[in-house]
């Protein structure tokens, strides 16, 4: 059985009603990012950091799974599929998708400070200034600007050693998700789908310039070939 790797992104999602950060109109325009996407963000004001998530969170309970992440599910009819995304919501599991690697965290979860104690809240919203058992404050399981990334070995391990690797939704800017693609091995097909134009930097990449869940029924049908 063949492996099929996706790595996603906010594109991903935003058909789904996601917010986004990069797009006109998205998140980016409505805060600065490094006051609730960084480290040093939630040093310096942690109650901002914990409404936005909050909020964040109750948006998920306003979405549901689109086309594209519901044909990523079905896949696994036939492939062995693994999910590695940027985003931190939870649709790909929720659209069927069994083996979801999350590398920026999961916004249905939080941590004490130094993440050892991880607890699942689903969409529930977090009291400013709650504590975790250790007494310090509960924070939002996400992965910021300034914080290591745990999962990046792992994350690189699995795109080494697939036979199809799918790029959707991101135009692979950050790192250091960007360099994944990197590990692929040079026998593998890569496809890009993205209704932009990105510079994909690879001589072998098929790039899909659709929005995520058209490009996924495009997609089904090549990968159809390759059972």
Known sequence: MKHVVFLS???????????TFRDSGGLWEQYDVMEVASIEG?????????????????????????????LIAELEKDFKVTVITQNVDNLHERAGSSDVVH????????????????????????DVGAKASDGSRLRPF?????????LI?????????????VIIGTSMQ??????????????????????NSVEAHL???EI??????????ILSQKLNKLK
């Open 9 to 19: 992104g906010a594109g991903m999602s935003a058909e789904s009603g996601i917010s």
């Open 42 to 70: 939630w040093r310096k004001n942690p109650d901002l950091m914990q409404r936005f998530y909050n909020d964040r969170r109750a948006q998920l309970d306003k979405v549901e799974p689109n086309h594209g992440h519901r």
């Open 103 to 126: 590398l920026h965290g999961e916004l249905t979860k939080v941590c004490n400070e130094s993440k050892t104690e991880v607890i699942d809240i689903g969409t529930k919203p977090v």
């Open 142 to 150: 996400i992965v910021w600007f300034g914080e290591a990334v745990p």
């Open 153 to 165: 070995e792992h994350a690189a391990q699995v795109v080494s050693k697939a036979d199809v690797v």
């Open 174 to 195: 950050v790192y250091p998700a960007a360099s994944l693609i990197n590990y692929a091995r040079n026998s593998a097909e890569v496809f890009l789908i993205d209704p």
């Open 203 to 205: 001589p072998r990449v």
């Open 208 to 217: 899909i310039k659709e929005k995520a869940s058209v490009g996924m029924e």
